[in-house]
C-alpha cells in the first residue's frame, strides 16, 4: 500500500487538544513545533479553543496553564453525543 501523508485523522485543533491534555503548561512556541504549524496558527487555534469552551486558560505569572474541558462535545453532527474525553483516554 502506497504511503500518502498529506492528511491526517486528525485536525490541527483535534491534535492541539491531545497535546495540551498532556502538557497543560506548554508555551505556543512548543505547541506549534509538537503539531507543525506556525505559531500564529497555534495562537488561532487556541482562541477558537477557548471560545468554545474546550479549554480554559490560566495565567500564572507570565506563563499560560491551559485546562481542556473533556465534557466537550465533538462538533459534527455525527458525533456530536461523544465528548472529546473519549478521544483523549485514546491518547493518553
Known amino acids: 500500500m502506497k504511503e500518502n501523508k498529506s492528511w491526517t485523522f486528525l485536525s490541527n485543533h483535534g491534535h492541539v487538544l491531545v497535546y495540551l491534555s498532556r502538557n497543560p503548561e506548554a508555551r ?3 505547541i506549534a513545533a509538537e503539531i507543525g504549524i506556525t505559531e ?9 479553543l477557548q471560545e468554545s469552551e474546550y479549554i480554559t486558560k490560566t495565567k500564572q505569572g507570565r506563563r499560560n496553564t491551559y485546562r481542556v474541558n473533556p465534557k466537550g462535545k ?7 453525543s461523544k465528548s472529546i474525553g473519549l478521544l ?3 491518547f493518553s
Open 28 to 30: 505556543v512556541k512548543e
Open 40 to 48: 500564529r496558527s497555534a495562537q488561532s487555534i487556541l482562541l477558537e
Open 74 to 80: 465533538f462538533r459534527h453532527p455525527s458525533e456530536k
Open 88 to 90: 483523549l483516554e485514546i
